[in-house]
């Protein structure tokens, strides 16, 4: 599927990225900020599902009974045992050598390493679960785990004690880089509930484009662990505020914690977040199955900046966000309600040095050796892969298969090694297939003294897997769906000193567009991937070395280091962005009030759609509630207060709806009519403009209504606005766009009229008015006015605040010269007029989120908000001291 709305950040190429210039262009973006006043703390917090090291408990085994190494299903109401006690299981003083100890954790060595590097240029902590404790085996050599509601508070801290101490622990090979950990402490229904639940029944298929009722292996719903991902995630979040500090840069990593981002915006909307998935991110036809999406997605959208793998899976969430959320995507982002969440892409690499290293160690020799005298005389097929559906790992079997039917010349002389190693949610029914397949060929094609098959079900030594790297003739790894995949680039790095074979990539990977020169193919097709094979085990050594040498520079230069440090200068580039500059504080109810009651006049200014009421599908129907009628129609008897609705709506519609409160004032189509508290007729404010262009903007929408679907023309008498809140979303931004940019192109610069772009609509009118020039009509014919109260949502409404902020002065009183729109009254100029109001008393309020981008000095979530507070003022009972509220 095509999306027409492009997220506009632009990956990292291999070609283009040098660590040494990234971290050099990270200094200079900290350097401008710090000198633009916006703080940095010089820390990064990562938040990941797992610490990077393993908990165990030292000393003999417990008498207590002990919960299995697998916790008890989490989905019954109560444990199966009861959990032991501290003293039943002997634990000694944390000072003696025999309590607590911690080991690094397996897998994810590419993340942790970028995560690592980082402490070079930054102060570091990691945030993530303990995981399972385990104690020393027992007799029968069984590990045994201690369940997480028997740890009290003080275990709890002697453990955080002890992470303290074993800050290097991440990888003893390379000490001196360090970073703090921290640990999140989740109950054991909970953790196992939100990991084996949530996480690897409904999100991770989901998030490969499967389905969970296509993967499960047992009967349940799929909400049946919602509330236990959204209480992890709120742990997750609780252990990011407790060590957070202003400046702080925080990413979070992966599918386990969608919601963190949105939780940390709410508690604190000043927090610097970046979110980045590590797996794929489907279409939005797959993740609209989800029943959760919207909170899902809001919870990522929380985020400064939301990262992908590649620029597909980044294009996948924009569309989501449209056709799921009815999001608008804007020129760096999503807008949610105002604040805009930046996508971005850059696909994650391996510590090339750490992985030369270990393809080198003295142990890999002799094993490769043996491997190739073992298979002496025929050529070497590796692959090796989660025992997981997503893997591939029957389809690879099928086209091995093909391979041996379609290419008979290679019975006897080609072997395929494929280790699965078993993945954490294991599949015994997959397990079963594979291995009946495997049979199945070996039976047919294999001999007495010759099988073409060897599978290992197990997780292999580091030297024997970098030895079956070095001795292919070629590798072939095919996911059917994947994120990264470490095992291709640890392969090209193992043939460095080796053959230099060729590697066979499936198309649908997150590195396949950087690695370019492998044979990439679609693993659902077995005969291309047969012909692959054959291909690749023919390649002469010249092609070989050729596209060895290319993918050698991608894997050796796009490095998990240099991931990390583009992760930190992109979300960095985020604090300079305009959309994200300006965080405005809720609106201060106290203060209000005080101001209100001590005014002797006060200015009441007032947007209509998404102000007074919520914006909807169809404009028609957006009419005003009792409770904001009530509002008005009190504000306006007050004698003190004068009332404006400043609206885009034209005016019969305004009159339709408030014509029956005479004392209320109305501005429609943005200034362009004006009818004064009390008057019967409108001013137009147009008539002396040239209004011909009218005609060729009515042509031009015209043109784009007939090509999209669902768009209509609201013809008005000053302007002419195109709507596509109908249509299909992606499609009518396109359109949007197309047309906005013919008519700049084409017609601004010969006629005085300017092209505004709204929610879901696109709207040409007269270059000289603007809601800000009623504003400043206003300000000056009610120069002793004490308070101004004026509220809006949308860009538009930004021409409101502006004037009220130029209408100030931080010296004494303000002066005001006339406005343009004032004209001489029998003969006599007008003149400059001094305000009363003084700054502290213009609550200029915008309506959304408080990162939103504008020039309001406070916010309000929604227009019932709104509402509320006028009703509040109205009701309230007058008071030499406000009651505090």
Known sequence: MDSFAEPVLDSAKPSQLSLPEVRDAIKALQQQHLEHGIKLSGRIIHVCHYLPVELSKLGGSSSAPLTPPKTPDYRDGKLDVQPPSLDQLNLTDVKKPAKWQVAPRHGHSATISGIRSLSETHEQLIVGWVGDIEVARNSAGVSETIPANSLTEEDKKEVEELLDENEEALESEEPGKKAKLVPVWLDDKIAHAHYEGYCKTILWPLFHYLLWQDVATETSTVDDNWDAYVQANQAFTDAVLRVAQPGDLIWIHDYHLLLVPGMLRKANSDSIVGLFIHTPFPSSEVFRCLPKRKEVLDGMLGANLVCFQTYAYSRHFASTCTRVCGYEIVSRGVDVQGHVAAIGHCAVGIDADRVAKDATRPGVKPKAEALRALYEGKKIIVGRDKLDVVKGVLQKLKAFEKLLRDYPEWRGNVVLIQVTAPAQADSSKLEHQVSELVASINGEFGSLDFIPIHHYHQTIKRDEFYALLSVADLAVITPLRDGMNTASMEFVIAQEHANKSPLILSEFMGISNNMSHALQINPWNLGDVAAAINYGLLMSEEEKAQRHAALYGVVTTHTSH????????????????????????????????????????????????????????????????????????????????????????????????????????????????????????????????????????????????????????????????????????????????????????????????????????????????????????????????????????????????????????????????????????????????????????????????????????????????????????????????????
């Not at 129609?633 to 404006?644: A, G, H, I, W």
């Not at 262009?693 to 009515?698: A, S």
């Not at 130029?806 to 005001?816: C, I, K, L, R, T």
């Not at 003149?831 to 200029?844: G, H, N």
Request: proline letters at 6%; aromatic letters at 8%; glycine letters at 6%.
């Open 562 to 885: 240099t991931w990390a440090a583009v992760l930190v200068k992109m979300l960095l580039s985020q604090l300079d962005n305009d959309l994200t500059a300006h965080q405005t504080p809720l609106l201060n109810k106290p203060q209000l009030i005080q101001s209100y009651e001590k005014a002797k006049k006060r200015l009441f200014l007032f947007d209509y759609d998404g102000t007074l009421t919520p914006i909807v599908k169809t404009p028609s129907m957006a009419v005003p509630s009792p409770e904001a009628l009530e509002a008005l129609t009190k504000l306006s008897e007050d004698p003190r207060n004068v009332v404006y609705i400043i609206s885009g709506r034209d005016g019969d519609f305004l009159e339709h709806h408030f014509g029956h409160l005479k004392k209320i004032g109305m501005s429609a189509e943005h200034g362009s009519f004006v009818r004064s508290p009390g008057a019967d007729g409108w001013s137009n404010l147009t008539e002396e403009l040239d209004m011909s262009w009218m005609d060729e903007v009515l042509e031009i929408f015209k043109y784009y209504t007939e090509r999209t679907t669902g768009s209509h023309i609201e013809t008005k008498k000053c302007s002419i606005t195109w709507h596509y809140r109908a249509s299909d979303p992606e499609w009518g931004l396109f359109q949007c766009r197309q047309c906005q940019d013919l008519l700049e192109n084409n017609l601004t610069h010969k006629r005085p009229i300017e092209v505004l772009v709204g929610k879901k609509n696109l709207e040409v009118r007269p270059i000289a008015v603007n809601k800000g020039e009623i504003v400043k009509r206003i300000l000056y014919n009610n120069p002793d006015a004490e308070m101004v109260f004026c509220a809006g949502d949308d860009k538009t409404d930004e021409d409101m605040f502006r004037s009220l902020r130029q209408s100030m002065s931080s010296n004494g009183p303000a002066v005001m010269q006339p406005p343009a729109g004032v004209i001489a009254l029998n003969g006599v100029e007008p003149k400059p007029v001094q305000l009363a109001i003084r700054p502290e008393s213009i609550f200029s309020t915008a309506v959304g989120a408080s990162s939103k981008k504008t020039l309001a000095s406070w916010h309000v979530t929604t227009p019932q908000e709104v509402i509320e507070h006028m009703l509040e003022l109205v009701n309230k009972p007058s008071s030499d001291a406000p009651a505090n509220i």
